[in-house]
Nanobody, 120 residues
Framework: QVQLVESGGGLVQPGGSLRLSCTAS????????VGWFRQAPGKGREAVSC????????HYADSVKGRFTISRDYTKNTVYLRMNSLKSEDTAVYYC?????????????WGQGSQVTVSS
């Protein structure tokens, strides 16, 4: 069964940290670019960070640059999003996305989302 599962969300105070995990099953993340997106209540989905499959190049939204770090562990078939210095405006449902082209076919997988709430 092909799926992406996010975990690690929760309630944290402003200034705190969380680490989200995105674990793939049924396929290998080695051939996929992986991105983290978030959607706050009443707002559209926003790209947060991504990591390329080829050389691990990373990109971050300006709003999280210097605070969030994306990384991967292929031995665990998992991509992480380390979030430090969290702010109330980081509150959202966080989704991971894996996108790749295998033998000429496009694949695009989404996880179910993980709630992150930053509040005192």
């Amino acid at each position: 069964q092909v799926q992406l599962v996010e975990s690690g969300g929760g309630l944290v105070q402003p200034g705190g940290s969380l680490r989200l995990s995105c674990t793939a099953s049924g396929f290998s993340l080695r051939s996929f670019a992986v991105g983290w997106f978030r959607q706050a209540p009443g707002k559209g989905r926003e790209a947060v960070s991504c990591i390329s499959a080829s050389d691990g190049t990373t990109h971050y939204a300006d709003s999280v640059k210097g605070r969030f770090t994306i990384s991967r562990d292929y031995t665990k078939n998992t991509v992480y999003l380390r979030m430090n210095s969290l702010k109330s405006e980081d509150t959202a449902v966080y989704y991971c996305n894996a996108k790749g082209i295998i033998r000429g076919h496009d694949y695009d997988y989404w996880g179910q989302g993980s709630q992150v709430t930053v509040s005192s």
